[in-house]
């Protein structure tokens, strides 16, 4: 059963070109599901997985505490999983075929307000090659909305200065071109010419943003960098590096950017995705008309 797990996390890394994160999650998912099928139902083929088996593992994960979000996330591996060995002649029939996801609450996605993201970026500034590094990579996140995957993934030629864009690789190695703001261009430039020199241990490192050691910036030291800068900032929020993200995007259609734009710069293939931003536009205008108007 194993073989065939390995052989569909081999045609997601090949056919769909998945990040290696999603591939890992999927494995974790299938496995998990293996294993509950070995063990609970004896089962050790995937011919002999039925309809019931695989409601069984859904219910369980829910009998577990699952979170909503995560018992979807696995039906959709398993569904996923499943169309596959029928499309490849390893079963005559998919048992996961027709088995709706959880419904669920869509959270809505929290934001700093445009003061927090200004003292933010103002706790940032420095002169040292690691301040304009910090300055640099905050201002390119808040003015493009980039994930934090993409901004450690950068690589010195993605910027286009002079035209005034970045260019980025999202999920599933798509491609996307991002304007960049007035601010972001500056702290750009400055830690081109006067950071990233002091930060570089080889002429031949294309990675965008550096460490200490003039190695490519990880998503855990990005972590670190963005927490370290918010307690500087005395923002009290548990500050991550989506939360820029959401920002960003909430920022920009409070000022009233076009939806479809929002959307393309984000990189969402789903305008859906996109639309949760209205909500937060809308709920900050309730707290704002309640909080100021006379007779609210």
């Known amino acids: 059963m194993r ?69 979807s996330r696995s039906l959709s591996a398993l569904r996923a999983f499943h169309l596959f060995l029928l499309r490849e002649g390893v079963v005559r029939e998919d048992p996961a075929a027709d088995i709706d996801r959880p419904k669920q609450k869509r959270k809505l996605p929290e934001v700093l307000s445009s003061r927090e ?21 905050l201002e390119l996140m808040y003015a493009c909305g980039l994930r934090v995957s993409e901004i450690c993934g950068l690589r010195v030629d993605d910027l286009h200065l002079t035209m005034g864009f970045v260019q980025c690789r999202g999920k599933g190695g798509k491609e996307r071109i991002v304007p960049l703001g007035s601010h972001a261009l500056r702290a750009l430039s ?53 939360m820029l993200r959401h ?24 305008i859906s995705t996109t639309q949760i931003y209205t909500q937060v536009t809308k709920v900050r205008m309730k707290e704002v008309y309640s909080q100021f108007h006379p007779r609210a």
């Open 247 to 270: 920002s960003f995007a909430t920022h920009l259609l409070e000022n009233g950017a076009d939806l479809r734009a929002v959307q393309e710069m984000l990189g969402h293939a789903d």
């Open 3 to 71: 073989a065939e797990i390995e052989r569909y996390l081999n045609f997601i890394v090949v056919e769909k070109g998945l990040a290696d994160n999603s591939v890992k999650a999927y494995d974790r998912d299938l496995t998990d599901y293996m294993r509950w099928l070995e063990k609970e139902r004896h089962v050790s083929s995937w011919e002999q997985v039925q309809r019931h088996e695989v409601l069984g593992y859904i219910h369980g994960l829910n009998d577990r505490g699952r979170a909503p979000s995560s018992v």
């Open 190 to 242: 400055e830690y081109l010419q006067n950071g990233r020199p002091e930060l570089t241990s080889a002429n031949n490192e294309a990675a965008l943003f550096l460490n200490h050691l003039g190695r490519p910036l990880t998503r855990q030291g990005f972590w670190r960098v963005l927490k370290s800068t918010a307690e500087r900032a005395g923002i009290e929020k548990a500050l991550t590096p989506h």
């Open 117 to 137: 993201v200004e003292a933010l970026l103002h706790a940032a500034e420095g002169d040292t090659a690691l301040h304009l590094r910090t300055s640099a990579m």
